[in-house]
């Protein structure tokens, strides 16, 4: 069974505009999430990560926010750029323990 | 630049042969990590070593091992590849043990192919 779910396996977005990433989590144990982003014939790099004492992090173009109660996180890109296009994947981990990866999403920016 | 680096990037294998993939680290991280990864699907952990202490994930085939001869290197062995055993495989690497609240850091991956 899924802990970290991307219900959304491809998204397209106007350059220019604001990507929005979604990810959803199942175990409430978790208290530290991250974004990682892949190109093709490339591994993940890491973007951006969160703490669940705080509910919003920002970096440059990048802003992941947090909703506890919902169990819900998002990545927000603003505005979104032609090198976005790229695999986009959540992942979240409980204290002392692994790392858990959802499938993925595939960010389309469109010129 | 301080790197992960996996060895080859594409490797073909035959059923049932065994296989070796690689991966070399000049991070000086104390953990690394071997994940699987098929086509649309999440990463895997496989096992992962902190120091010399090897951790195997539960549901890791007994047909996985690996090796970490130092700090640097770690091997991922497939005693005898199947069919379902075609993936990417990536490994990665943190500074402190998993749960420590920070990033892997990962290779760009090996791509398994089984004939």
């Known amino acids: 069974d899924q802990q970290v779910k991307q219900n959304s396996p491809s998204l397209s977005v106007q350059e220019g505009r604001i990507s929005i990433l979604n990810c959803d989590y199942t175990?409430?144990?978790?208290?530290?999430f991250l974004w990682y982003k892949k190109y093709p014939a490339e591994g993940p790099t890491f973007l951006i990560s969160?703490?669940?004492?705080?509910d919003k992090n920002e970096d440059g173009r990048f802003t992941v926010f947090l909703n506890k109660s919902a169990k819900h996180l998002s990545l927000h890109i603003v505005p979104s750029q032609p090198g976005d296009s790229a695999v986009y994947f959540c992942?979240?981990?409980?204290?002392?323990?692994?790392?858990?990866f959802g499938k993925g999403t595939r960010l389309h920016i469109l010129p | 630049d301080a790197m992960v680096i996996q060895n080859p990037r594409y490797q073909v294998t035959q059923f049932g042969k065994p296989v070796t993939l690689s991966c070399s680290q000049t991070?000086?991280?104390?953990?690394m990590y071997w994940y699987q990864q098929k086509s649309s699907q999440a990463p895997k952990l496989l096992f992962h070593y902190y120091d010399k202490d090897f951790n195997n994930e539960a549901d890791t085939p007994d047909n996985f091992q690996s090796r970490r001869p130092n700090t640097s290197f770690c091997f991922l062995d497939i005693r005898s590849p199947g069919l379902g055993d075609a993936a990417m495989y990536l490994c990665a690497t943190s500074r402190l043990r998993q749960g420590s609240n920070q990033p892997q850091h990962f290779g760009d991956g090996t791509r398994l192919s089984i004939l």
């Open positions: 969160i703490s669940s004492i705080k």
């Open positions: 175990n409430s144990m978790f208290d530290y």
């Open positions: 991070l000086n991280h104390n953990v």
């Open positions: 992942a979240a981990s409980p204290m002392d323990d692994k790392i858990i």
